[in-house]
């Protein structure tokens, strides 16, 4: 059959930056069997050819109403496929799906019938949260950075914000690149609706949402944007703890200092 990527080469690329991520989640380990997921809105790039493509699937429930993915199309990695065989074979490891105009069931259209990540619902809701806001963010990450679960096993840095300004003031690029902080969920079971609903209700005020003992949901312009909030807050984690297995507490930067990152390069916290 023929592959959708076929002479589309905006598309390539886009799926091409979600194979070079998914082999960056595989090699930091934060991607244990068929650990994390990715799911990117491609609608833009699809041409009228696209949209008469028939279904290669049944149509499958979402499991809620999401009127804002009307007529949109998702790449989504599939379910319990590898992220280190995503990165060599993006079409064979997930697959492109149509929303409905029921707003609450998709089809896979291409290249296989591949089923999507069982998080898909979580990931639709908050793109859906996204479009309903105007955003211009595509592309949802959920990971799992070994330093960052770590530190959810810890009740005190379960408190609002208490992680955000502790990783902010291990490195000024940390507050730059991932400015808006880091969101806490406490414990859910995975895949569920309660945890979809929790993620959306954070990503009012952050773009990158931490799911305690589980690992990072983030957002972005692109998958690669999303990739490095999350890359940048596991390296002030890993700072953190090499300072503590070195038998001290990491200074971190003062609040005066971090309130000076925010002014000097208009952060918005």
């Not at 930056?17 to 790039?45: F, H, M, S």
């Not at 028939?54 to 199309?73: E, H, N, Q, R």
Request: hydrophobic content about 40%.
């Amino acid at each position: 059959m023929k592959s959708i990527l076929n002479n589309r080469p905006a598309l390539v690329k886009e799926i091409n930056e979600v194979a070079e991520v998914a082999g960056y989640l595989w090699q930091k380990g934060w991607a244990e069997r068929n650990g994390g997921n990715i799911v990117v809105n491609i609608t833009d790039l699809v041409d009228d050819e696209i949209k008469q493509m028939a279904p290669i699937s049944d149509v499958t429930p979402i499991g809620t109403t999401l009127p804002y993915l009307k007529g949109c199309y998702f790449y989504c990695k599939g379910t319990n496929m590898r992220m280190r065989d995503l990165a060599r074979w993006p079409m064979e490891n997930g697959s492109v799906i149509r929303i409905l105009d029921d707003c609450a069931s998709y089809v896979i259209i291409a290249d296989a019938p591949v089923k999507p990540t069982s998080e898909l619902p979580s990931h639709l809701c908050m793109h859906n949260y996204l479009l309903s806001k105007g955003s211009s963010y595509k592309a949802s990450l959920h990971t799992h950075p070994i330093d960052l679960i770590a530190m959810t096993h810890h009740k005190p840095f379960l408190q609002k914000d208490v992680l955000t300004n502790l990783l902010w003031s291990m490195i000024p690029e940390t507050k730059a690149f991932c400015p808006r902080g880091l969101g806490i969920i406490p414990y859910a079971l995975p895949s569920s609706m309660e945890l979809a609903e929790a993620t959306i209700q954070e990503l009012e005020e952050y773009d990158v949402v931490m799911w305690e003992k589980h690992g990072v949901c983030a957002v972005g312009e692109d998958i690669m944007a999303a990739f490095d909030q999350v890359d940048v807050l596991s390296k002030s984690a890993q700072i953190y703890i090499n300072a503590r297995s070195m038998g001290f507490m990491p200074d971190g930067m003062s609040q005066e200092q971090m309130k000076e990152m925010t002014v000097a390069f208009n952060l918005p916290k």
